[in-house]
């Protein structure tokens, strides 16, 4: 059965390049106005103006009007902390007062007491708490979500973890892209053993996600806070020799923690990058690391300095825009409000923000070739909005736009 979207003003196909754009590229939204959409078994058949595709389209196929709306693909959150159990508010209120992520973290607070409310959390609330952030990115768009472990710590608990994603990604309908991060800090039972944590996870937690196909992606947090960059190599070459690809949460308070790394592994991303230099810049580029940029973390914490996105362009680097959601430094599952932040506060165009939000990001999760843009064989993972101009999607800054969403030619309700 076919089903038809006609009646669509503006449709945002990214179709072109079959690699991330860079540079003036960001800019090319190939856009199709007075278009239609044609979808067969949950792929895009066809996409071309409604007068080009009236006669395509068979006797008795499902239409749908987007009633002179934009249609763009589905957003892509290529970095999210999408599980986890309790929430921190307190500590929202406590850097309202002054005190600073990493004096909040020093006392036991941040990461680590995340970590106790998800270890406390049986599987099954675990997973009524990760569905329903779930349902927010989809209520904005989100149609496809990387979602990495790392509240857990403990064999136990990050493997529970895992299998909250894995059960999502079997209910649908998002695409839940797995990513163990076990080197998220060091718990607090290893807080002077932290050479043994190191060997726990490289020799007996990552062999065993890896074995169970439990995650695609292995991520390591290089910070002061956290791991320093001998670490880091050290879990990260771990992680690729059991066939994980690779992230790095990099640069994002301090210069010198983990871009350069990322550029000698291969890595896929590096994210965050707040504080990267001009030479980690030209290493990235040279390895083909897209860098995954995370505004929300920087505005949640109430932080000025942005990545420097400009820069990363002008070096010819492939950008990606993503939420960094938790429930610490960026409780923010909002895409579109990436897309504003983005453009104010980063410098992108809103078509370069779009572009960083869908296709872009779509490689950075090696699913290119079958998501990300508009264009025939890909799975139809699309949005009709209720407004009709791209560029409003980020002007309209955290507007309660609701879009139809469709994920593999279905649509969702929620």
Known sequence: MTTAIVNIGQLVTLAGAQRPRVGI????????????????????????????LKSKIPPH????????????????????????AGNRAAEFEQ?????TYQQIAAVGGGILRTVAFTRAATEDELMASTSRHRDWMLRSG???????????????????????????????????????????TVPPEFADRRAEYIRF???????????????????????????????????LTAARAHGLRLRIHAEQFRSGTGADIAAELGAATADHLETITDENLRRLQVASVQPVLLPGSVFALARTQYPPARKM???????????????????????????????????????EALTAATINAAHSLDL???????EPRKQADFLIHECTDYR?????????????????GKEVTL
Do not use: W
């Open 25 to 52: 590229e960001l800019r090319d939204l190939a856009i199709i106005n007075d278009a239609a959409l044609l979808i067969e078994d949950g792929r895009i058949a066809a996409v071309g103006t409604y007068a080009e």
């Open 61 to 84: 196929s499902t239409e749908i009007d987007a009633e002179r709306s934009c249609v763009t693909p589905g957003f892509i959150d290529a970095h999210t902390h999408l599980v986890f």
């Open 142 to 184: 989100t149609t496809t979500i990387e979602a990495k472990s790392g509240y857990g710590l403990d064999r136990d608990t990050e493997l529970k973890m895992l299998r909250v994603i894995a059960r999502l990604n079997e209910e649908g309908p998002a695409r839940i892209v797995p990513t163990l991060l076990a080197a998220h």
């Open 313 to 351: 362009i002008d070096a010819g680097l492939a950008i990606v825009l993503a939420t960094d959601f938790n429930p610490g430094s960026s409780p923010v599952p909002s895409m579109p409000f990436m897309l504003s932040l983005a453009c104010l506060h980063m410098g992108l165009s809103p078509a």
């Open 95 to 99: 850097r309202i007062a002054g005190a």
């Open 392 to 408: 409003e999607l980020a002007y309209f800054i955290a507007a309660p736009f609701r879009p139809r969403v469709f994920i593999a």
């Open 201 to 235: 996870v490289c020799d007996e937690l990552i062999p065993e996600v890896a074995a169970a196909n439990l995650a695609k992606y292995c991520d390591a947090f290089c910070d002061d806070h956290a791991f320093t960059a001998e670490e880091t190599r050290t879990v």
């Open 368 to 374: 290119g070739s079958d998501t990300g843009s508009l």
